[in-house]
């Protein structure tokens, strides 16, 4: 399964159980970083560009399904947790 990644307008629930806020992510990311070594030698990344990011799985940590897991809008998700805001 690809994911999509959620965004401003939206975000992940399972479909199994509802589970709106714990999820285990296996994702690749291409990246250009700038890197700046101390005099001792100690790495510090000072700049990260994202050239390319894939979601390679999405697991909902509650029961442990990834064929569940659905990309839902926010204000929906709000309305699930909250049915008195309906």
């Not at 790495?43 to 029961?63: F, G, L």
Request: with cysteine.
């Amino acid at each position: 399964m690809t994911a999509q990644i959620p965004d401003t307008t939206n975000r992940w629930r399972c479909g199994g159980c509802g589970n709106l806020t714990r999820f285990d992510v296996t994702r690749t990311r291409r990246t250009d970083e700038y890197w700046h070594f101390d005099l001792s030698g100690e790495p510090v990344v000072e700049d990260t560009e994202v050239k390319a990011e894939t979601v390679e799985s999405v697991t909902c940590r509650w029961c442990g399904r990834s064929d569940a897991i659905e990309l839902i809008d926010r204000n929906e998700a709000a309305v699930a947790e909250d049915p008195a805001k309906d």
